[in-house]
């Protein structure tokens, strides 16, 4: 008897229409300059989107797989202080324009799907907007959830509401890109009804033509660090700063050839919800993504990337010319 292989075309199809809905959301918050933001225990930012848009996702994969844990950023603790009233009401003002009729309490329990904390053989991870800093400042932000199965990596969606889609004229601003375990990575529009494309990493394999990403900010990673590897392996070329995990997208569809995020001290652990989406959708475009020390990515430790120190993720080419600089360097 043989039996066939899983499909999870349903999972990637609700995952695409849960990050299309909540960057409906995510768009009319940043369009508002003077929306509130709040600061978290760990001092950073937080805005009424991280809320409604985990709301919206959790809602929609709840609906559909309503035994699948989810494990997520963000909590409704923080909203119900005192002092966050405002922003509960604005909250749920911005979820009934798009579901009406919903109550603030079940507005609160949809964030609060995303509470699981422990690994398990199947469950989600999501970052409702990957990027807060460059939300708030009107740059790049991603909206990112992954579907995770036996610790693989099964299915992924990142939308990417500020960055043009992989066409030659990129006329569309707002992509989403996903990608399901041995099937490849498409993109399409945030908005509409296009077909989706299939994109790939690029062909570069001279180090010197690296086109690079890293992350604006240089509390997540070290630019001195990266700024070292580029010298060494010769790159002219400055590197792109963004925000989030758009730089994976851009490394898929082959407008960037490697995204270097390197620790800035030996205590920091990664959180699976930065990484989850991008990796997939990098691996199934024909890229290759590790750690420093060149280990794959292990997800079956609940919150955090615990056995990984950084990541690495390149059109696969120059992957092994990296890790060598990393290594020679001493950085790790």
């Not at 990957?130 to 992924?156: C, N, S, W």
């Not at 004229?169 to 707002?174: A, I, L, R």
């Not at 700024?227 to 010769?234: C, D, M, N, P, Y």
Request: proline letters at 5%; one cysteine or more.
């Amino acid at each position: 008897m043989t039996f066939s292989k899983p499909n999870y075309t349903r999972e990637s199809a609700v995952a695409v229409s849960a990050v299309r809905e909540a960057a409906v959301l995510c768009r009319s918050v940043q369009s508002e300059i003077g929306h509130a933001v709040i600061q978290k225990e760990d001092k950073s930012p937080v805005t009424v989107a991280d809320f409604g848009s985990q709301a919206l996702i959790c809602r929609m994969i709840g609906n559909a797989f309503p035994e699948d844990p989810i494990v997520a950023e963000e909590d409704a603790q923080t909203l119900k202080d005192p002092p966050n009233e405002d922003l509960i009401s604005d909250l749920t003002r911005r979820i009934t324009a798009i579901r009406p009729g919903v109550t603030t309490d079940e507005i609160l329990s949809w964030i609060d799907r995303g509470n699981a904390r422990a690994y398990t053989d199947r469950f989600w991870t999501l970052d409702p907007i990957d990027g807060t800093k460059g939300f708030v400042r009107g740059d790049q932000y991603a909206i990112a959830i992954a579907l995770i199965i036996g610790g693989e990596l099964t299915a992924a969606a990142l939308g990417c509401p500020n960055l043009p889609l992989v066409m030659e004229e990129k006329t569309h601003v707002g992509a989403c890109f996903f990608a399901l375990r041995g099937e490849g990575t498409l993109a399409m529009p945030l908005e509409g009804n296009s077909a989706p494309m299939r994109v790939r990493i690029s062909d570069v394999t001279d180090t010197k033509a690296i086109r690079f990403c890293e992350s604006f900010e240089s509390g997540h990673s070290s630019h001195q660090a990266t700024g070292k590897i580029a010298e060494r392996l010769g790159i002219a070329a400055d590197p792109v700063r963004m925000d989030s995990q758009v730089k994976y997208g851009v490394v898929a569809c082959g407008d960037g050839d490697a995204y270097m995020r390197l620790p800035r001290g030996e205590s920091y652990q990664e959180k699976i919800w930065d990484h989850a989406a991008g990796a997939l959708i990098v691996s199934e475009a024909g890229g290759r993504v590790t750690d420093i020390l060149g280990n794959p990515l292990d997800f079956t430790y609940g919150r955090k990337l615990t056995k990984n120190r950084g990541i690495i993720a390149t059109n696969g080419h120059v992957h092994d010319q990296i890790l060598d600089a990393i290594q020679g360097l001493g950085i790790v």
